[in-house]
């Protein structure tokens, strides 16, 4: 078994910042990619950020130069740094983690979302 567990979600005024973390927990024997999505209410999710096990990121265009995405590999733990948020970043954000277990498997996990208000 696998978790992620989330925090730093909240309510923000425009032009604000938050930070999201992220731990992975449980079976793990180490850890591929791990990222960020968000899911506004009544559109899809989509990607936000992510970031490998060696370091490299991408992000959505709609974040770039706003949102940076790190990692500590050691506390096997994903940061979402979230600059001059806007209105339209509000959303539940939920962090995804692809984990190589202690059984040689590949699994997929989701965080349980955080939800994020920017409104003034």
């Known amino acids: 078994q696998v978790q992620l567990v989330e925090s730093g979600g909240g309510l923000v005024q425009p032009g604000g910042s938050l930070r999201l973390s992220c731990a992975a927990s449980?079976?793990?024997?180490?850890?591929?990619?791990m990222g960020w999505y968000r899911q506004a209410p009544g559109k899809q999710r989509e990607l936000v950020a992510a970031?490998?096990?060696?370091?490299?990121?991408n992000y959505a265009d709609s974040v770039k130069g706003r949102f940076t995405i790190s990692r500590d590999n050691a506390k096997n733990t994903v940061y979402l740094q979230m600059n001059s948020l806007k209105p339209e970043d509000t959303a539940v954000h939920y962090c995804?983690?692809?984990?190589?277990?202690?059984?040689?498997?590949?699994?997929?996990?989701w965080g349980q979302g955080t939800l994020v208000t920017v409104s003034s």
């Open positions: 995804n983690s692809v984990v190589h277990t202690i059984r040689l498997t590949y699994v997929e996990v």
């Open positions: 449980g079976s793990i024997l180490s850890i591929n990619s």
């Open positions: 970031i490998t096990s060696g370091g490299s990121s």
